[in-house]
Nanobody, 116 residues
Framework: VQLQACGGGLVQAGGSLRLSCAAS????????MAWYRQAPGKQREAVAR???????GYADSVKGRFTISRDNAKNTVYLQMNSLKPEDTAVYYC???????????WGQGTLVTVSS
């Protein structure tokens, strides 16, 4: 399984970024996909999840600002991040998950830095 994430960068508070994660080596349409993030000195946390049936969930901290989506034809999951805040600064990882929510594979991470 390979997950290749991209789209991170430096953005001012209030700005937007879109992360992408291309998957290979799995039957993408059958996998739940998720985005996690890890800020310096903090534990990795789940940000958003989309199941194979396109059921979606978000962490409370990003509800109303972030949108997860998937394109099964392109084997890609996206995270649209709007109204970014400095506290969103973190390395963002995509993950393929078992239906239990346990990650089975991780992408390499992409850094998002939000300046105030």
């Amino acid at each position: 399984v390979q997950l290749q994430a991209c789209g991170g960068g430096l953005v001012q508070a209030g700005g937007s970024l879109r992360l992408s994660c291309a998957a290979s080596g799995i039957i993408f349409s059958r996998n739940d996909m998720a985005w996690y993030r890890q800020a310096p000195g903090k534990q990795r946390e789940a940000v958003a999840r989309i199941t194979s049936g396109s059921i979606i969930g978000y962490a409370d901290s990003v509800k109303g600002r972030f949108t997860i989506s998937r394109d099964n034809a392109k084997n890609t999951v996206y995270l649209q991040m709007n109204s970014l805040k400095p506290e969103d600064t973190a390395v963002y990882y995509c993950a393929a998950e078992f239906s239990s929510g346990t990650p089975r594979a991780w992408g390499q991470g992409t850094l998002v830095t939000v300046s105030s």
